[in-house]
């Protein structure tokens, strides 16, 4: 089971240096493109002021990131399994 969901797009260069870190690291999580995905823009917006900016996580506890560092994401998901 995954511990977020990160919304992104397939031209993201960010969203693409993220996911390798991830998948790196070992991390699952679920991935929405924002481009594909009715609706998805929308939670995106409402993590950032209105603004469709990737990547967003959402975490578990309903929670967002934008464009987090990796020790960013592994210090949200230490304090979630506490």
Known sequence: MSSFTMYTTPWCGY???LKSQLEREGIT???VDIEQT???AD???SANNGNQTVPTLVYTD???HTNPS??????KLAALAV
């Open 38 to 40: 009715p609706g998805a």
């Open 29 to 31: 999580y679920d991935v």
């Open 15 to 17: 969203c693409h240096r």
């Open 43 to 45: 939670i995106v917006e």
């Open 62 to 64: 309903g929670t967002a």
């Open 70 to 75: 990796l020790i960013q994401i592994k210090d």
